[in-house]
């Protein structure tokens, strides 16, 4: 081969080449799904960031409403009631005449004599409480968490004992002959309750007034010259508000509570949403006016958020207590603690604290005898809300399997206050007079006036214009509501 020849063959092999190679492409470089999706890649607009940012701050602040509405719950309650009757471990205000509408808290129990305070074991350290015999009660932290059940279902097994309560930091000696049990709050709620005897027109509370004035506080290293006597003031007849609040004040007084008790009280991922809104341990709590806004719309809003879940229903129906009938079970089939199979059910949680306080095993367990189980109605036998200005009536067979004894109350829907109306109980029990068909079962009426057929013993008044819901109480429940061979009628209105 010529050298010309040779040189001609490279040129075209190389020429070749430079054909062969694509040319590179200028099109924008490839970027992450998350490059595209915020800005392209781009800090937001000022605007934009700010106004997210805010309603990061306002979801937070339901959030924290909905989870920390059981300790509001009882200081609503603890507040109230001290600043009726005064405060310390010896202040042990008891309904003696009976709870009625007048007491705003949430769906109380007319039906037993209420005893109830609040102890600080920050200020007094252990504290011994002297339960009498045959209370149906518990002490809870002031987050509503069951401490202990007091009664026939608590350790003393309805005989009364001495219940030793320990602060949440306390790490000293424990004495023997002593229920003892570490709270996790400093703030303990005390609740007992005592069974009336059955009277001729209404239950007599003569008795379960004098057992209940059996109770004694004193704290554990106090000598006994030196404990402060017991105060029982009666809380019949007075209006008391035990509400929690309706306004910003929710805030000041959950900041407030956070300061007081031990950080350990809340755990850390709630403590992370407290602090976001601007809620720290020991820290100022300062809200800027706009965080102050959006702070009074988490407290209004909020509630709302809880009333349409409890007005709309679980989608998975296990709060149904009956597959043929429209009572509700507040629990929701799992345990005192909110416990689900596999989570901590928060919304039911909401729905409750909204509406009710305290909880404790002996509510939720299946204990034949002894607990007491509460169905309640919001709806009638149609499937319609049930409202004061209708008029209905409630069958319940013979025989309501209740040892000490059946009760039912109508109730505010939105905080489970009790009825107010001239007649102040709305509740009809089976310890005082109640008119029974031939069969033994009976008939209870709910309206804005009572209808001719309808004995005034079994009349619960209603307010016109406002929904209301209908609680049974079963205590000492019987095997026959568990099997269900025994259950209420559904609320029929009638004409």
Known sequence: MTTRTSILTSALLLSSMCVAVPAVAQDQPASPPLVKQLNNGNWLPQKEAEDLRDELFYQRAVHAYMTMLPALNTIGMKDGSEATFGKGYNVLPIWKDRMDARTWIPTPNADVIYSMSYLDLKETGPLVVAAPANVIGMFTDFFQRTITDVGLIGPDRARGGLYLLLPPDYS???????????????????FFRTVMKKGENAPDPKEAVAGAEQTRVYPLWTPEKDVKPMQFPNASGKRINMMYPVDNTFWTKLKAFIDYEPASAIDPELRGVLASIGMIKGQPFNPDQKQQTLLQKAVETAPKMILAMRQLGRPDQRDRYYKDRQYLNTWAAGTAEWLQDGYLDVNQRASYFQIAF????????RTIGAGSKYPF???????????????????????????????????????GTMVETPQLLPSINSL???????????????????????????????????NFLAAVRLYGTGVEFFDQTWKPDDLVKVK
């Open 432 to 466: 005082g007079k109640v008119a029974t068909n031939g069969d033994g079962s009976i008939d209870i009426w709910f309206g804005p006036s009572k209808p001719a057929e309808a004995a005034d013993s079994n009349f619960v008044q209603t307010v016109n214009g406002r």
């Open 377 to 415: 109605a919001l709806k009638d036998a149609n499937g319609d809300f049930l409202t004061g200005g209708n008029t209905y009536k409630l069958h319940l067979p013979p025989h309501p399997p209740a040892a000490l004894f059946w009760a039912v109350t109508a109730y505010n829907i939105t905080d």
């Open 358 to 365: 305290s909880t404790a095993s002996a509510m939720v367990m």
């Open 172 to 190: 000293g000696e424990i004495p023997e002959g002593y229920f003892a049990f570490k709270s996790k709050t400093y703030n303990v709620l005390l």
